[in-house]
């Protein structure tokens, strides 16, 4: 899956937990989620974005 240029310049560890609640956190609403995302670091428009992706990840696509 092609990512967004804001979340390909994270840290690779960043990255890897932001893919993996993308594709198994299904008890998180979005909020829930874009809240976990800027806990553990990114920004508002970093979380935004890897949201807009977060049905693509749920379907494996």
């Known amino acids: 899956m092609p990512i967004d240029q804001l979340l390909a310049d994270l840290p690779s560890v960043l990255l890897a937990f932001v893919e993996d609640q993308l594709s198994n956190n299904e008890a998180d ?29 749920l379907l494996g696509l």
């Open 29 to 57: 609403d979005d909020a829930g989620l874009r809240a976990a995302f800027v806990a553990a670091g990114l920004t508002n428009a970093q979380a935004d974005v890897a949201l807009s992706q977060r049905d693509a990840y």
